[in-house]
C-alpha cells in the first residue's frame, strides 16, 4: 500500500544557467545515486536512487528503504533559462528499516527542494536559499536490473504458453550478491552473475542450478535453463522493461517489473 506523502504533493526546483547550467529531459532520463545528502553522514544499508522515465513524466526509486513514486513535470522557467520541475503526489510503502535517517533526508529534501543545477555530470538539489540538500550522480545501468521481473517471453515465445497454469514466473535479481533466481517454475532455478564493469550491457549467469522435484510440466523451465545459459548481453526498452540477449544479440528473455 502506498500513502501521500501531502508535504511533497508539489515541490518546485529550478535550474539556472551559468557556470552550472540547466538540465535537459534528456540528461535527467534514468536513474540516479545520491553521492551526498544533507545531514546524513553514511548510509546503512541498500543504496537509494532516484529514478525519471521523461516518456510518461513519471517519478520511480527506492528511498534505501521504501519504494518511491509519483510523478513530475518538465518546463522552462519564466524569469531566467533554467527548468522547472514539480513532483506531484510522491509516495512511499512503508516498511521499518535500520536506516531511516536517510529516507527522512531524501523526502524532506525534496519537500524543500527549489533550485536544482546540473555540473560535472552531477546535479544538485537546493532549497531557496541554495542551500544543497542532495547531490545525485547517474546511477550505473547494471545496479538498475536490482529487484524482482515477471517473465513475459522465452525465446520469442510467451511464458504463459510454456506452462499448463496461469502462475506468474518471475526472475530475483540481487546485483549487490551477484545472484538470480527464477520463482514460479516447477523447480527454484538459481544462477550467480557475470558482468564485465568495462562492457556496460553485459551481463551474464554461471550454469544454472535447481532443486530436484519432478513435475507433469517441465517445457517452462526447461526452455528458461536453456535461455539463462545464451544470455550475454542486457537492454533496458523502458525502465520497467528489460530485454536480455545472447551472442549474436537475439533477445532471450523479455522481463517486466
Known amino acids: 500500500m502506498f500513502f501521500v506523502i501531502a508535504s511533497v504533493a508539489v515541490t518546485v526546483l529550478t535550474a539556472c544557467d551559468g557556470n552550472e547550467g540547466k538540465i535537459t529531459a534528456n540528461q535527467l532520463n534514468g536513474e540516479w545515486e545520491p553521492v551526498w545528502i544533507y545531514d546524513v553522514d553514511s548510509i546503512i544499508g541498500d543504496i537509494p536512487f532516484l529514478g525519471f522515465d521523461t516518456k510518461v513524466e513519471g517519478l520511480y526509486g527506492s528511498t534505501g528503504c521504501n519504494r518511491l513514486m509519483g510523478t513530475y513535470t518538465l518546463s522552462d522557467?519564466?524569469?531566467?533559462?533554467?527548468n522547472r520541475i514539480e513532483f506531484n503526489q510522491v509516495g512511499t510503502t512503508r516498511m521499518m528499516c535500520e536506516d531511516m535517517a536517510t529516507e527522512k533526508a531524501?523526502?524532506?529534501?525534496?519537500?524543500?527542494?527549489s533550485y536544482c543545477s546540473f555540473e560535472n555530470s552531477i546535479i544538485t538539489i537546493s532549497d531557496s536559499d541554495r542551500v544543497p540538500l542532495l547531490k545525485l550522480a547517474?546511477?550505473?545501468?547494471w545496479k538498475s536490473i536490482d529487484g524482482h521481473w515477471d517473465i513475459i517471453e522465452v525465446n520469442g515465445t510467451p511464458a504463459k504458453c510454456l506452462k499448463q497454469d496461469?502462475?506468474?514466473t518471475c526472475m530475483v535479481f540481487d546485483m549487490t550478491e551477484k545472484r538470480v533466481s527464477v520463482e514460479g517454475s516447477c523447480n527454484i532455478i538459481n544462477s550467480n552473475i557475470v558482468y564485465d564493469k568495462e562492457q556496460q550491457d553485459s551481463l551474464k549467469f554461471s550454469p544454472a542450478m535447481t532443486t530436484l522435484m519432478a513435475c507433469p510440466d517441465m517445457t517452462l523451465e526447461q526452455n528458461l535453463i536453456a535461455a539463462i545459459n545464451e544470455v550475454r548481453t542486457f537492454k533496458f526498452v523502458v525502465p520497467d522493461s528489460l530485454v536480455l540477449s545472447d551472442k549474436e544479440g537475439s533477445a532471450v528473455l523479455t522481463l517486466k517489473r
Open 77 to 82: 522557467a519564466d524569469l531566467c533559462d533554467c
Open 106 to 113: 531524501i523526502l524532506t529534501a525534496l519537500d524543500n527542494a
Open 138 to 141: 547517474k546511477r550505473p545501468e
Open 166 to 168: 496461469s502462475t506468474e
